[in-house]
């Protein structure tokens, strides 16, 4: 059968009008890793008719990853993330333009950023982030992020805004990229950790245990596919909102949302934040001495 863009898009109009429709298929935005977060909204970017996107991934497929990851199958395991979700998506938009970058594209940064003003981080590598968010600074590009926490959540952190090393404390400040050591990789997801346990309740929904032993670089990243998929949707509603010049609540601390109460939980206001993080810092003290 022959493709036909407003056909494919028809069902899109009611939630957009044909204007913002065509606004769509005109807009682009990168995204940093395919796998989760970044994979999940990426098919839905694409589905809901985004025509040019930039992806980077330097990983394959594994059977690890079939549990959340949208682009894994059986008969993707062992290739190419980008491969496999380039054909992904060619398969729903033939016309879809890609732009497609393997291990160098943080030596690209630069032009990356300059190119896309918009930019989800999928990507869990410590690195690779710091020197995408340093890059989006000096470009003038808007992040879109998500915690690594057992809530799907979302941040949106705008040129001018502080970036999340900064925020969140990280030893990385001022350090550059390459020069990070694994101890301080460490210590940035112990920062993340803490943040995410003062200000949301994901502590009632995850294994405390594991999550130590993630925290203390014992076992890798833990996910979950409601969690993860949703993640990646909260992440495409601010990427179209942002083609679209809506503005959300959104800011750069971000919400978590909270299926299990039906509830968004924001940032605790300073003198709760400070108190719920000397009890954090303390359990995850003891916890990580066990």
């Not at 935005?29 to 985004?50: K, N």
């Amino acid at each position: 059968m022959s493709f036909s863009y407003a056909e494919f898009t028809t069902r899109n109009i009611g939630f957009v009008t044909p204007d913002q429709q065509d606004r769509l298929r005109k807009g682009r935005l990168f995204i940093a890793g395919v796998g989760g977060m970044g994979g999940a909204a990426f098919a839905s970017l694409v589905r809901a008719g985004v025509g040019h996107i930039g992806i980077a991934d330097i990983d394959h497929f594994e059977i690890s990853n079939l549990n959340r990851q949208v682009a894994a199958t059986m008969e993707t395991v062992g290739v190419s993330k980008v491969a496999a979700t380039v054909d992904m998506a060619q398969r729903i938009n033939p016309e879809i333009e890609l732009q497609t970058f393997g291990a160098e594209w943080t030596s690209l940064l630069d032009t990356i950023t300059q190119t896309y003003s918009i930019i989800i981080n999928g990507t869990d590598d410590t690195r690779a982030t710091v020197a995408l968010y340093r890059a989006a600074k000096h470009a003038g590009a808007t992040v879109i992020d998500a915690y690594a926490a057992s809530l799907p959540s979302v941040y949106l952190v705008r040129p001018n805004a502080q970036r999340p090393e900064e925020r969140l404390a990280y030893p990385t400040v001022g350090c550059p990229p390459e020069d990070i050591t694994d101890e301080m990789v460490q210590t940035c997801v112990r920062k993340e950790l803490e943040y995410v346990l003062t200000h949301s309740s994901s502590r009632k929904y995850v294994d405390l245990d594991i999550a130590a032993e993630f925290a203390a670089g014992k076992r890798s990243r833990f996910s979950f596919a409601p969690m993860v998929i949703t993640t990646g949707n909260l992440m495409a509603y601010e990427a179209l909102a942002l083609l679209l010049d809506q503005t959300t609540k959104t800011d750069d601390r971000g919400y978590f949302f909270n299926p299990y109460t039906g509830r968004t939980e924001r940032p605790l206001p300073w003198p709760a934040a400070v108190l719920m993080g000397q009890l954090v810092r303390r359990f995850l003290g003891r916890m990580l001495a066990t």
